[in-house]
């Protein structure tokens, strides 16, 4: 089974700073793809950027990019020019690219509570 | 497109009550997923469909959780004779056949006392 590990259950940032969020996951699959949502407080969770394991270009979406290292098995997220909107609990999200036995469904790390201080 | 919402947005009930909650997907999406979220966790996947057909359960949903889609629309997930573990939140989302991009709803807090 996959596993999901964010090491920092909270950081915080100065508004227009740059921040890292952390992101680990364990698998002995070759293909999948990897995510990061965002849950602001009381709101839905919406996804931030995606990333698929074949590609070995880092994805790239305006504020927010990844550093994919797939042999250290590491996806961290940067979210530059950080904004006070961007304050929400971020989770990293694993999926198989296979289906069946539970892979169809995400497996969330249990996420990091991003503060932005003004 | 009015995104995927769930009703009720909160639900307290009584241990050994029986709860269902509803969740409607985007339309044109076929494939609709329930997760469970406690405090301090991210969601953990519980069950997902393909239309109507029920392709996957995990093993955290118990006998006592049931979920259907009859017309491949919407979706109830029933709890029976709850219990104050199940005392979370039940987010939903769906997404096309591919399933890459998954849309979340606002889910449904249970509170089971």
């Known amino acids: 089974a996959q596993t999901v590990t964010q090491s920092q259950p909270e950081m915080s940032v100065q508004e227009a700073e740059t921040v890292t969020l952390s992101c680990t996951y364990d698998?002995?699959?070759?293909?999948?793809?990897l995510f990061w949502y965002k849950q602001p407080p009381s709101r839905q969770m919406i996804l931030v950027i995606r990333q698929e394991a074949y590609k070995q270009q880092n994805a790239t979406e305006n504020r927010f990019s990844v550093n994919f290292q797939k042999a250290a098995k590491s996806f961290s997220l940067k979210i530059s020019d950080s904004q006070l909107g961007d304050a929400a609990m971020y989770f990293c999200?694993?999926?198989?690219?296979?289906?069946?036995?539970?892979?169809?469904?995400?497996?969330f790390g249990k996420g990091t509570h991003l503060i932005i201080q003004p | 497109d009015t995104g995927v919402s769930q009703n009720p947005r909160h639900k307290i009930t009584k241990r050994g009550q029986n709860v269902t909650f509803r969740c409607d997907p985007i339309?044109?999406?076929?494939?609709l997923y329930w997760y469970r979220q406690t405090l301090g966790q991210g969601p953990e996947f519980l069950t997902y469909?393909?239309?109507?057909?029920?392709?996957?359960k995990s093993r955290l949903l118990s006998d006592r959780f049931s979920a259907e889609r009859p017309k491949g629309s919407f979706s109830t997930l029933e709890i029976q004779r709850t219990e104050q573990g199940d005392s979370a939140m039940y987010l939903c989302a769906s997404s096309v056949r591919t399933g890459l991009e998954q849309y979340f709803g606002p889910g449904t807090r249970l509170t089971v006392t």
């Open positions: 698998t002995s699959e070759s293909d999948y793809y």
């Open positions: 469909f393909q239309n109507e057909a029920q392709l996957e």
């Open positions: 339309s044109e999406h076929n494939r």
């Open positions: 999200a694993y999926r198989s690219k296979y289906s069946g036995g539970g892979a169809d469904g995400l497996t």
